[in-house]
Structures are given as structure tokens and as C-alpha cells.
């Protein structure tokens, strides 16, 4: 079936500097696309999403990026800070079937930031 | 503006036994979503509600139930516990419940079966 799906499964970033997170989804039809952070114990934290009519979309710090034509989409974290050490998530949302909200999660990033 | 709550926050059940999860979106908001997260499987979509009716509903065994009241607020129920159910539960709200709207979590009940 369609999924959604990250290349790393671990990424370790020096304090200050920016950070690159991937995602490849297969399903071409998907036209909506979100970025969520988890910390430890805590339920997923919306960061920024983005329509599928866009490239690119910028939020405070966090770029996201689509591309469209190989089924991409990254989020970029500016002068990464140790708050920001976390899982990242893609999420699409897959709420065709009746309208509504639908997500299907990648498998996640975790975000590890050295001071 | 209080977020979406959840409780009870942890859970221990036994096998069999059957268990209620609680959910109060943000006010204002209509539709609630759960979603199952293991370390195995990830998080997975449950159900999906709107104006108390179920709109969306991922690939869970029937013993996975959910309904959502009059004020929005949402339970979800699993009967017949079995041990694979042990996971965290996370709600989401989102305002009007429409594709493409932002949905926001609340913390999640950790429910462990043994």
C-alpha cells in the first residue's frame, strides 16, 4: 500500500548548525503534507506544513521543501539549538475517502543535537 | 487556550480486560482523530470523528471502538485487551475537521497490558 517513509533514522547535528531531514512518499496523489516534532513524553507537536501546490514554505527557523517530481519533502531547521532535539515526523494527510483528517506517519527521525 | 487533554496519562490493564480512553479537544474543534504509536509499527491511525459521526477508519480489529459526544469530546474503547495493545494513544483535534487543516495532539495515555 501506499506509505510514507524517511531516509535516516538518526541524525547528529553540531549546535548552530542547520539540519536537513528527508521524507520520500510514494503515493503521487497525496496534496497535503505536515511536519510534527515529538519530544520524550509528549504527544507530536505540529511544526509547519505545506500544500502540494507549493515548492517551499517557511516558518520560524524550519523551511519545508516538495518536490513533487521525485516524491520529496525535507525540513530544514536553521542554527539548530538543543531544544530541538527531538523525533520529526512527516505525516500526510490521507483524508480523501469522505473529506476529513487522516494522517499516515513516516517512521521518524530522531534529531540529536551536540553542544 | 487549553490544548487537547487526555486521560487517564498511564494505564495498566490485564489481558482480556477491556479499557476506556478519554479525549477533550480544543474548544472550538469538531473533529477528533486517535492514532496508535508502538516502537514497532509507529503511529497508526485509528478512527476519525466529526459532528459525532466517524468519518475515517484505519485498518484496526473491530475490538478498536471509538464515538464522540454532543461538546465534541471523544472516547475510545478496546475490548478484549491483548498484550500488542500496550502503546501510547494520541487524540488529535482540528478545527473544522476538513482535509488539510492543521491537527493538534494532546500528550497520549500510555496503556500497558499485562
Known amino acids: 500500500g501506499e506509505s510514507v517513509g524517511l531516509h535516516l533514522p538518526t541524525l547528529s547535528v553540531q549546535e548552530g548548525d542547520n539540519s536537513i531531514i528527508n521524507c520520500a512518499y510514494s503515493n503521487s496523489a497525496s496534496d497535503y503534507f505536515i511536519w510534527y516534532k515529538q519530544e520524550s513524553g509528549k504527544g507530536p507537536q505540529f511544526i509547519i506544513d505545506i500544500r502540494s501546490n507549493m515548492d517551499k514554505r517557511q516558518g520560524q527557523r524550519v523551511t519545508v521543501l516538495l518536490n513533487k517530481t521525485v516524491k520529496h519533502l525535507s525540513l530544514q531547521i536553521a542554527a539548530t539549538q538543543p531544544g530541538d532535539s527531538a523525533v520529526y515526523f512527516c505525516?500526510?494527510?490521507?483524508?480523501?475517502?469522505?473529506?476529513?483528517?487522516?494522517?499516515?506517519f513516516g517512521t521518524g527521525t530522531q534529531l540529536k543535537v551536540e553542544l | 487556550k487549553a490544548g487537547v487533554t487526555q486521560t487517564p496519562r498511564y494505564l495498566i490493564k490485564t489481558r482480556g480486560q477491556q479499557v476506556t480512553l478519554s479525549c477533550s479537544p480544543i474548544?472550538?474543534?469538531?473533529?477528533v482523530s486517535w492514532y496508535q504509536q508502538t516502537p514497532g509499527q509507529g503511529l497508526q491511525f485509528l478512527f476519525e470523528y466529526f459532528s459525532e459521526t466517524q468519518r475515517n477508519k484505519g485498518n484496526f480489529p473491530g475490538r478498536f471502538s471509538g464515538r464522540q459526544f454532543s461538546n465534541s469530546r471523544s472516547e475510545m474503547n478496546v475490548s478484549t485487551l491483548e498484550l500488542g495493545d500496550s502503546a501510547l494513544y494520541l487524540c488529535?483535534?482540528?478545527?473544522?475537521?476538513?482535509?488539510?487543516?492543521?491537527?493538534?495532539f494532546g500528550q497520549g495515555t500510555r496503556l500497558t497490558v499485562v
Open positions: 488529535a483535534s482540528s478545527f473544522r475537521g476538513m482535509m488539510n487543516t492543521e491537527a493538534f
Open positions: 474548544s472550538g474543534h469538531r473533529s
Open positions: 505525516a500526510e494527510n490521507d483524508g480523501l475517502t469522505g473529506g476529513g483528517n487522516k494522517l499516515t
